[in-house]
């Protein structure tokens, strides 16, 4: 996860500053040293943030019904997704059984998201599908 | 006929994605409970997670900060992960986090004036809200870091006897009144 950044200084050294700053100096004279129960604990520490970050991943968020297939398949500004919009907001919003399909679609399109950027067969899947209603929608738009 | 059939596919995909979803809800409902979450992070949206961040203004620092969440407000909340043996926060944890506030607000994030401290003990996990510094004592902090790795000041001492007991310097470190090799 280190990475090298020529004169950069990096967090966790000006955190250690506030620490003790002998320690600051005599690791860049004698470089970084470590006791077994430092070692250790680095360890579990380190252990622990990997399986915090996949968790979080996981689930440490609540849904972004922001996330939109077309958005991942075609683009934020592609045809094909203006076309998506505007059938969202000329058809499906304007009757009682649009509106229940968008909250699902909302509801289910991060999965399907997540599942596509997993998965290129689902990706594969799905794409024709999404051609498919694209089509149609432009042809009734 | 080909209508019939993406149709048929379309409508078992939202039944598989149904359960799938249900299964995702239940795994995070024990996830924020096991976690003990804030509610204003449960509520809000992950961003990033172990990213390598960098700035060049309004000094040459990096990092790579644990979490990053958008709350409600809008405003992005950073959250660090401490393993320790007691539910502590320092001072240097809260000075690491705000080098990563100021590199977010750089890039043109925008940030809340606090940050949550996710420490993990043997009796379980804590978040500690804690208010961070502002960018001048951030660079007051990384000014006086340049200067002590550049040899152009003398460093202080450690403030508490108790923090050299444990210090992997000790051998190379000149002061007596503190290390434990003195007292031996």
Not at chain 1, 58 to 73: H, K, M, N, P, Q
Not at chain 1, 82 to 90: A, I, K, N, S
Not at chain 2, 103 to 126: C, H, K, S
Request: net charge positive.
């Amino acid at each position: 996860m280190k990475k090298k950044a020529n004169g950069f200084i990096s967090a966790t050294k000006i955190a250690q500053r506030s620490f003790c700053e002998k320690q600051l100096v005599l690791d860049e004279q004698y470089g970084r040293h470590e006791t077994d129960i430092q070692r250790q604990r680095r360890e579990r520490g380190d252990e622990e943030h990997l399986r915090h970050h996949l968790e979080a991943q996981r689930y440490g968020s609540s849904r972004d019904s922001r996330c939109f297939i077309a958005t991942e398949l075609y683009g934020p500004v592609a045809k094909e997704t203006e076309q998506l919009r505007l059938f969202r907001d000329r058809y499906l919003q304007r009757s009682y059984l649009g509106r229940i399909f968008t909250s699902a679609y909302y509801k289910l399109s991060p999965t399907v998201v997540r599942l596509m950027q997993r998965y290129p067969l689902v990706r594969k899947i799905i794409k024709p599908i999404i051609n498919w209603i694209v089509k149609k929608v432009s042809i009734n738009g | 006929m080909a209508e019939a059939y993406y149709l048929a596919i379309v409508c078992l995909l939202i039944l598989s994605l149904y359960g799938i979803d249900a299964r995702r809800r239940e795994k995070r409902r024990k996830f924020i409970l096991k976690e003990r979450m804030p509610a204003e992070l449960s509520e809000g949206q992950l961003i990033r997670s172990e990213h390598y961040i960098r700035t060049e203004v309004p000094r040459k620092m990096h990092g790579t900060l644990d979490q990053l969440y958008r709350v409600l407000s809008g405003l992005h909340v950073l959250v660090d992960s401490k393993t320790r043996d007691k539910h502590q926060v320092f001072m240097k944890d809260i000075v690491q986090v705000s080098v990563y506030r100021i590199i977010l607000i750089r890039t043109g994030v925008r940030m809340a004036d606090y940050a949550y401290f996710r420490v993990v003990t043997p009796d379980g996990i804590e978040y500690h809200k804690r208010t961070l510094l502002d960018e001048a004592q951030v660079i007051d902090e990384f000014d006086r870091t340049q200067t002590l790795i550049n040899g152009k000041a003398t460093p202080s001492n450690a403030q508490h006897k108790a923090m050299c007991m444990s210090c992997p310097q000790q051998i190379n470190c000149d002061d007596w009144q503190f290390s434990g090799r003195h007292q031996s």
